[in-house]
């Protein structure tokens, strides 16, 4: 979170228990929501995986930005859509819905931006957070490993920049990021130093932690910086 620029709502949180499973074991772990609603950008924001744990926890999106033009359609058809237009597009033969889908005035005011590297910061909505898992293949053990010196996981910079272009009183209070758990380790650690240094440039303290989605009742083995 960003030192200095908590907002001044008054905000409160309540605690609560879950059930999870952890090495085949059930147990409740606690959870501490935030009783205030924040509004959040969802970048690189693939089919809204971000964006729906963000809703669940009762926050607000108010604009995305993913390049692809099939998760993008994916994207508006799971989050976007009033329940008129999925009727419209259903009469449109199934070839023709994914170009129709794309167009402005299915998205319903909100902010979209298909590419990061030609986003404006003066143009991106006011946010209290910003979500981005950034591209992980020069990350994942699956890759090459090139790290930041790749093209596709080094614009989590590019995110960086934006935020240094904003105004100190419009940039996010928090900065909630994602990307596999070689993070921690890739380029023997020096590449995650570079990213806690870049959030530190802009007056950003860091916590992270490594997250496995079996613990928490889905059926795969998923591990995840968070």
Known sequence: DARGRHSKEKSSRRTETVPCERNGIEERIWLRRWEFKMKFIDFFAGIGGFRRGMELAGHECVGFCEFDKFATAS???MHLLTEEQRKVL?????KKRQKEILKEEYRNGEWYANDIRRVYAGDIPKADCWCFGFPCQDISVAGKQAGFQGNRSSLFFRVMYLVGQLKEEDKPTYL???NVKNLLSVNGGWDFARLLIE???WGYDAEWQVLNSKDFGVPQNRERCF
């Open 75 to 77: 994207y508006i058809s």
């Open 90 to 94: 259903e009469d449109i033969p199934i």
């Open 176 to 178: 909630f990021i994602e």
């Open 199 to 201: 959030m530190e440039q």
